[in-house]
């Protein structure tokens, strides 16, 4: 048993302000901040630990509810999708760029530098797109496994995570990572084997 068993779970706060259910919501340590978006198309930026409000965002992905939302910490930015529609604004309330897609969204996710944003469609295609445009960079088609409900990366950014509509987590990298891997793995066999030899 640890200490936690039967330490109670407590709300420390709540944020305020939407006048609509509260339809996504993101959270940023980085930057102590929580954006929310709501049901009328307006999303909220918060103080995580103080609960004061930063900023109110209006239409921030046009005119629809945005349902899945990404802190983008080191560009300052929140990309916001609802529907096929998907937008990045800076925290300072400045839409920065914005696309229609293909397939209505269903999940976000960004690699620490964010340089690019991945996107998972309803459609099963997982899109690249770089951060600063919206431009799409590279599509892998994962409609085998169903769409990509959830994304995250690993620690190093060398993996992405997809959990997928059809009960599976679907591991994808880059090439170039996976050749620097295995470059580091047989750099340690032959380090290794000399060690031993000598």
């Known amino acids: 048993p640890s200490d936690f068993d039967d330490a109670p779970l407590l709300c420390s706060h709540a944020l305020f302000g939407h006048g609509a259910a509260v339809t996504a ?3 940023s340590a980085t930057l102590d901040c929580v954006v929310s978006a709501d049901a009328e198309g307006t999303a909220l930026i918060h103080a995580a630990r103080s609960g004061r409000r930063i900023r109110r965002l209006e239409d921030v992905a046009g005119g629809a509810p ?23 604004w800076s925290l300072n ?3 920065r760029a914005t696309a229609t897609l293909d397939a209505p969204l269903k999940s976000l996710a960004a690699p620490s530098a964010n340089t ?14 770089r951060t600063f445009d919206l431009a799409l960079v590279h ?7 169903g769409a990509p409900l959830f994304l995250a990366f690993g620690a190093d950014d060398r993996h992405l995570l997809a959990a997928t509509a059809g009960g599976r ?3 994808c990298s880059d090439p170039k990572s996976r050749l620097l891997q295995l470059d ?7 380090i290794g084997l000399d060690a031993g030899l000598f």
């Open 139 to 145: 599509a892998v088609d994962l409609s085998a496994h």
């Open 116 to 129: 690019v944003l991945v996107c998972g469609g309803a459609d099963g295609v997982l899109s690249v797109r």
């Open 25 to 27: 919501v993101a959270y």
């Open 184 to 190: 580091a793995a047989l750099s340690n066999t032959v």
């Open 66 to 88: 945005a349902t899945v939302l990404a802190i983008l910490d080191a560009d300052v930015c929140v990309a916001c999708a609802a529907a096929t529609e998907l937008a990045v």
């Open 169 to 171: 987590v679907v591991v």
């Open 93 to 95: 309330g400045d839409r």
